[in-house]
């Protein structure tokens, strides 16, 4: 029974797909189609194989080699012979080649319902990225729906032709970026578009140390990649936050804060290590820096340090900016603990050293207020405020 089968697929396929020798060009979506053919083989079941497959948009979209079979279930309920199935070993395509695939302009030989990729390489300006293996679903007319790409466990990746765009679409859980280690999401959606030089993701939402994410995320191409990026981050946890850059820090808080930042390289396996440059402004709201001997530094009645106490805030703004590797800037422009006021300005090493100037000013309950300036030092583990 099972050779009866095979012996039937295989007369389909010499009956209803590509001929051997094609009297005229095969088309698709008005497409001019070229190829060359192997005959036939299995792929598990039998199948018409063929090889240098081009389809020519202005910029040829090419495969390497391809198996073809029947859409079956279009052939037996419909009659529909010229619905057929591909598989190939990997893609070659720009952007705007895979748009065409969104459009039908003039006559259609074969109509493909479904293609299956080991691989898609994406030309991109001057340079190209390798995605792993995906699908493409097409409608009733033979124009691309949408491709599909499981990236990794969790992490998929979409594109669909809509409007004269190519959308994209990104989802993911607990995901980490190498451009910004120290932010980790339990969960991303990202919508944009993809152009032959540029990935851009305008609607932005993510989840993750314990609050969200909006933003903008665009990476330009030419002979490399240029990542830029304006996110905010809303009520967020500052003690995982900061973990993620500096370990063992001493500042709890709910952070909200908006950040820009870029980075630049060759590739973008080279773009996960790149130097990342941010800058921005935050608030945090009902926390404390410990070790942050700010009160009892206006008390102390001489100089030295002002020992380990902890500092609470109702709210703390300020700004900062730096780049990886290098020290970043930190200003707290305003400490609001009911009676004690502050101010800081201070350089963080790649290390976690602190070095700076800190202000501060306690009024007392009399009414009168002392104010004083201080020095900063020590490391994010354990600032040391001293008395000059």
């Given amino acids: 029974m099972t050779r009866l089968l095979a012996v039937f697929a295989l007369a389909v396929l010499l009956t209803v797909l590509i001929p051997t020798k094609a009297a005229s060009p095969e088309s698709w979506l008005g497409l001019p189609v070229t190829f060359s053919e192997d005959g036939y083989g299995f792929h598990p079941w039998p199948a018409k194989v063929i090889k240098d497959i081009k389809v020519h948009t202005p910029d040829p979209v090419t495969m390497n080699k391809g198996w073809v079979t029947p859409d079956w279930a ?24 895979l748009l065409r695939f969104g459009t039908v302009d003039g006559k259609t030989t074969r109509k493909v319902t479904s293609l299956k990729f080991a691989k898609l390489k994406l030309l991109l300006g001057n340079t190209s990225i390798s995605l792993p293996a995906g699908r493409m679903e097409f409608a009733e007319d033979g124009t691309l729906k949408r491709a599909t790409i499981d990236i990794e466990q969790l992490v998929t990746l979409e594109a669909a032709p809509v409007d004269g765009k190519l959308v994209t679409f990104f989802k ?34 993510a989840t993750g140390l314990g609050g ?29 936050l ?49 070790r942050f001997g700010l009160l ?26 730096g780049a990886t590797g290098k020290s970043s800037a930190v200003s707290i422009r305003r400490l609001d603990g009911n009676n004690l006021q502050g101010s800081s300005s201070f350089q963080v090493s790649p290390e976690g050293k602190l070095q700076g100037t800190v202000s501060g000013s306690l009024r007392l309950p009399n009414g009168e207020v002392k104010a004083r300036s201080m020095l900063l030092g020590g490391t994010v583990k354990a600032p040391d405020v001293v008395v000059p």
């Fill in 296 to 321: 009892e530094g206006i008390r102390r009645p001489n100089s030295g340090s002002a020992g380990g106490g902890l500092t609470r805030y109702q709210t703390l703004e300020g700004s900062f900016s």
């Fill in 212 to 240: 969200s994410v909006e933003g903008v995320v665009s990476i330009a191409v030419t002979d490399g990649f240029a990542v830029a990026g304006d996110i905010q981050l809303d009520k967020m946890s500052a003690q995982e």
């Fill in 74 to 97: 279009a052939w037996i309920t419909g009659g529909k012979t010229n619905r057929i199935q591909l598989e190939v070993d990997e893609i070659v395509a720009k952007p705007s080649s």
């Fill in 242 to 290: 900061l973990s993620g850059f500096f370990a063992g820090h001493t500042v709890q808080g709910t952070v909200t804060a908006k950040a820009k930042f870029s980075a630049a390289a060759k590739t973008l396996e080279e773009l996960e290590k790149a130097v990342v440059t941010a800058s921005g402004s935050y608030s945090a709201k009902s926390g404390s820096i410990d």
């Fill in 172 to 205: 993911t859980g607990n995901w980490k970026w190498g451009v910004l280690s120290g932010l980790r999401f339990d969960q991303v959606v990202a919508q944009g578009s993809l152009t032959d030089d540029l990935i851009l993701f305008d609607k932005i939402g």
